[in-house]
């Protein structure tokens, strides 16, 4: 993201503000800000006496002030790190005095995750003239797998398109958990060297032959053998392969096809843009428009959404996950 590196290249340059309010849905930048923060504007000895983490759930604004308001003791700074800061929501803007009047050898760096300040409000505007502040936006499924791509270039990996689908498949949009399963690859590969699903099986345990990916494959090339050989791995690994995961894939890949037998243009450029695909994937879309006529679609989704109520409890009590695969494999064929 442009913005956490202009933060970092600023921090790195000795351009440090007095606050960092760091807000938003995805608190995967939040900790990554937040973290450098503490690693980089104080030394290793700097820090046993002028760096502080308070939590949320266990202080006030108040408190937070009034630890702000210390001078560092042998420093230039001291950083607050204030965690979890959207448990003080209802008194947050309560801090707007202080970011009128900021101490200037202090580092205070704000939390706030899964909420945002109001804009109308003195606190935002305050931050905004004095300070940092950071809106971390939580990503689109669409866009993790490029995500990848561009985390492990920076790091100096290369990644085939198959394999950025199996990770958002297998571990969805959580940009932690994913970045959490790529430290385990970083440890075992090394530089330069393309990640492979082979790779991925290997080191973080994801089947590169029975997994939702495959299994979309193969029902868009109508390889009934193959789908009944993944869906009998799904039933006797339920655990691993939850049903309405499954079943939301399926749907999303429908949708996407009923939107493919509506366009005009076929061309590689507006297949990608219109239905937001990698263009790797294009072919399996070209494939499965020919195995299934768009009333064949319309009436499978129609069916995957009934399918997905039954997965939940909805209209149907005690069905198996073994029950809802054999019925998905009839809806489809």
Request: net charge positive; proline share 3%.
């Amino acid at each position: 993201m442009k913005e956490v590196k202009q933060i970092v290249s600023a921090i790195k340059a000795g351009d440090i503000k007095p606050i960092y309010f760091l807000m938003g849905d995805e608190p995967y930048y939040i900790d990554k800000i937040a973290d450098f923060i503490a690693q980089n504007v104080l030394t290793e000895e700097e820090r046993g006496f002028n760096q502080m983490v308070v939590y949320g759930k266990e202080t006030s604004v108040d408190e937070i002030v009034s630890h702000a308001k210390r001078y560092p003791m042998m420093a230039e700074h001291q950083v607050l790190v204030v965690k979890e800061a959207q448990h003080l929501s209802r008194n947050i803007e309560q801090l707007t005095s202080y970011c009128q009047n900021l101490q200037p050898t202090t580092v205070l760096v704000v939390c706030y995750k899964y909420k945002k300040l109001d804009k109308r409000k003195k606190l935002y505007k305050s931050v905004v003239q004095s300070g940092v502040l950071f809106e971390s936006k939580k990503l689109y499924e669409n866009q993790i797998a490029d995500w990848i791509r561009r985390v492990l270039s920076g790091k100096g990996y290369g990644i085939s398109p198959k394999s950025s689908a199996m990770l958002v498949e297998y571990l969805g949009t959580d940009l932690s958990k994913i970045d959490n399963e790529l430290q385990k690859l970083y440890l075992s590969i090394e530089k330069g060297q393309e990640i492979t699903p082979e790779l991925i099986e290997k080191h973080i345990g994801i089947s590169k032959d029975y997994n939702n990916f495959e299994l979309k494959k193969a029902i868009a090339e109508r390889n009934i053998s193959k789908t009944s050989h993944i869906i009998r791995y799904f039933s006797q690994n339920p655990k691993d392969n939850p049903f309405v995961v499954t079943v939301t894939l399926l749907h999303t890949f429908f949708s996407q096809l009923l939107q493919y037998h509506g366009l005009n243009d076929h061309s590689s450029k507006s297949v990608s843009q219109s239905l937001g695909i990698n263009p790797y994937f294009i072919g399996e879309y070209q494939i499965a428009a020919k195995n299934y006529p768009m009333k064949r679609v319309s009436k499978i989704i129609s069916g995957l959404r009934e399918l997905d109520l039954k997965g939940k409890g909805l209209g149907a009590q005690n069905i198996s996950q073994d029950d809802l695969l054999k019925e998905l494999l009839g809806l489809i064929y």
